[in-house]
């Protein structure tokens, strides 16, 4: 079976510019997690989704961050406009269930110069 | 507040050595998951194992095994005889049951396997 797909694996964009990262959760998962690495603050949890429906976003730095999940096979998390302090890699990850297992996709590594 | 402490930043070995990774955990609830994550060079983050609280048996896999004490709040991760490919960042993580299901990372423990 397939894992947790993300697009693009890398990018790379001028500040100001719109990003968008793109997620497919490993089928019959319920529960969809947006995490970012970065050197200064580790591993962060971004936003939550369960059944599509956003349940924690408060990891969500800005307005300037937005994720949406129409349906259950799909999962966008938008940045506009982009920042350098933005860089970092981007992961998503899924679960059955809540926290129960979450199981991550390859990550993206955003680039804003 | 949930916490997860790995205090040791980097630890070296060479080939065949035994080596433990500490992790240490705070939490209010009595019913959560743990989990230790692996992210080698190429960055993915790989699943190695979950430990439900009411569990506290060790588990052995291959050259992997846990040592999971709720007393101490520790649920440390032992490589024996460790290999150059062991080489890695490890992440423990803790996870609330019956929470948003928040998955809180520790800072990660870069171990370096030398030849």
């Known amino acids: 079976d397939a894992g947790v797909i993300q697009s693009p694996r890398h990018e790379v964009t001028e500040m100001g510019q719109e990003v968008t990262l793109r997620c497919k959760p490993i089928?019959?998962?319920?529960?969809l997690f947006w995490y970012r690495q970065t050197m200064m603050r580790g591993l962060e949890l971004l936003i939550y989704?369960?059944?599509?429906?956003?349940?924690?976003d408060s990891g969500m730095p800005e307005d300037r961050f937005s994720a949406k999940m129409p349906n259950a096979s799909f999962s966008t998390l938008k940045i506009q406009p982009s920042e350098p302090r933005d860089s970092a890699v981007y992961f998503c990850?899924?679960?059955?269930?809540?926290?129960?297992?979450?199981?991550f996709g390859p990550g993206t590594r955003l680039t804003v110069l | 507040a949930q916490k997860v402490t790995q205090a040791q930043t980097e630890i070296s070995v060479v080939e065949k050595e035994d080596v433990t990774l500490d992790c240490v955990y705070e939490t209010r609830d009595t019913t959560y998951y743990l989990f230790w994550y692996k992210q080698p060079p190429s960055g993915e983050l790989v699943f190695l194992i979950r430990?439900?609280?009411?569990?506290?048996q060790n588990e052995i896999s291959g050259r992997y095994s846990w040592n999971f004490q709720k007393s101490t709040s520790s649920f440390n991760f032992t490589i024996t005889a460790s290999q150059v490919v062991d080489s890695a960042v490890y992440f423990c993580a803790l996870s609330e049951v019956g929470n948003t299901g928040k998955l809180i990372f520790g800072q990660g423990t870069t171990l370096q396997v030398k030849p």
């Open positions: 089928s019959g998962h319920n529960s």
């Open positions: 430990r439900n609280s009411f569990d506290e």
């Open positions: 989704f369960n059944n599509n429906v956003p349940i924690d």
């Open positions: 990850a899924s679960s059955p269930r809540g926290g129960d297992l979450l199981l």
